[in-house]
């Protein structure tokens, strides 16, 4: 194995900032391009070798002595591994997924880690709606079983605040990049050393990845019967069959989380296939609410064709461009579905499988994000009720279909 293709990665960022979403995504992409790489994840190390608690936050004071050297030993044990790892010519690229919050930490990284390059990756996102949610994700580790959800959430912000006060963003490092986690936007860098594979690490820290993302319109509610648009009508009875069918079909597909619109259909239609998941959890955003159709809210298209006729011939003329007066358009749409998106990978932490249940204008705006389409069109993608579309969507392949179920 070449000696000179081998690289430390070190992630740098303060708790559920996103560092071992990103660590997951870089090691699946260079592995999948014939590079082999290991992670090495402190907080694994540490529940598998410290058997005591360590989810109370006190054990992350940095005034704590006795957590304070636990905490060292095993980010030395990470480092010898990773050392080993490469050392031996059994891997090419060791990744590093810690905190690496303290300017003594990366001092000692670069002293440990000699012989190969050293790259720096801070992930940073304060997006405050993330965060809780990101939060939430964290105290499903088995860590905090002995918890309540509010007891838990406030160890894991004591723990983050501990961090801050540790916490020197990169500045001086040799080689390094800052990673907007949320939006997937380099926002500084500096390499002053050969990086192995940097071109295609900087294309996999800036490219939208799903692996399987199903993007499902809601089940048929009341509305949908009077061909009214807006509203929170809840489903039908054929629509909560849809929506068990649904359920049906997606019952032995690992779907840990389900993103909805904060509208009662979509959250309706996902209850049915959560209930049938082994863990399951319904996240509503509301940048996957429906088109606010302002003035129109809640009236039939034909009604508007014939109490508001001027309304009704701007839209037929310029569909993706047009905004209800008081409301939206597909074009106004954009900035909030885009936002969505970046939040739903955000949250899916890099998961198999991602699942949307949303609106008709909704998905067919999620689904121009990936696959292109003009303007114009995007506002007469088929969008059904009684079947979804499944994307996958890498630097390496790109599948569009519609499926039944």
């Not at 690229?93 to 990756?121: E, M």
């Not at 954009?334 to 739903?344: E, F, N, S």
Request: charged share 30%; aromatic share 10%; glycine share 4%.
């Amino acid at each position: 194995m070449d000696h000179h293709n081998r690289l430390y990665i070190a992630m740098v960022g303060l708790p559920a900032r996103g560092k071992s979403t990103i660590a997951s995504k870089l090691r699946e992409n260079l592995v999948r391009d014939g590079i082999k790489a290991r992670i090495f994840n402190n907080g694994n190390l540490r529940r598998r070798y410290i058997r005591k608690d360590t989810s109370y936050a006190e054990f992350y004071d940095p005034s704590n002595q006795d957590g304070v050297g636990l905490r060292e030993k095993i980010a030395f044990m990470n480092m010898d591994m990773a050392r080993r790892y490469l050392e031996s010519g059994k891997g090419q690229v060791a990744i590093l997924d810690a905190t690496n919050a303290s300017l003594k930490r990366r001092k000692t990284l670069v002293q440990r880690l000699q012989g190969h390059p050293l790259l720096f990756i801070e992930c940073i996102n304060n997006d405050p709606e993330i965060l809780e949610a990101s939060i939430l994700r964290k105290i499903d580790l088995n860590e905090f079983q002995h918890l309540s959800a509010e007891e838990a959430v406030a160890s894991f912000k004591k723990r983050i605040h501990y961090y801050q006060s540790i916490y020197v963003p990169l500045s001086d490092e040799r080689n390094f990049v800052k990673l907007d986690s949320l939006y997937n936007r380099i926002s500084a860098e500096r390499i002053q050393d050969p990086i192995p594979h940097y071109d295609r690490i900087r294309d996999f820290l800036v490219t939208d990845t799903v692996k399987h993302l199903y993007v499902i319109r809601h089940g048929e509610t009341f509305f949908n019967l009077e061909n009214r648009i807006g509203g929170d009508s809840e489903l039908t009875k054929k629509g909560v069959w849809q929506a068990e069918a649904l359920a049906a079909h997606f019952q032995h597909k690992k779907i840990p989380i389900i993103f909805t619109s904060k509208r009662v259909r979509t959250i309706q239609t996902a209850q049915p296939i959560q209930a049938l998941q082994a863990c399951c959890t319904i996240i509503p955003l509301p940048e996957f609410n429906e088109i606010d159709s302002g003035i129109c809210e809640c009236m039939s298209y034909e009604e508007i064709r014939l109490k508001k006729p001027e309304v009704y011939r701007a839209r037929q003329a310029d569909k993706y461009h047009y905004v209800y007066p008081q409301g939206e358009g597909y074009s106004t749409m954009k900035d909030r579905i885009d936002l969505g998106i970046k939040k739903a990978l955000y949250l899916s932490c890099n998961s198999e499988n991602i699942m949307i249940i949303g609106h008709r204008a909704v998905n067919r705006m999620v689904l121009s994000h990936f696959l292109y389409r003009r303007q114009e069109d995007v506002p007469y993608i088929y969008m059904p009720q009684d079947r979804y579309y499944h994307i996958v969507a890498t630097q390496d392949k790109k599948l569009f279909e519609l499926r039944k179920y």
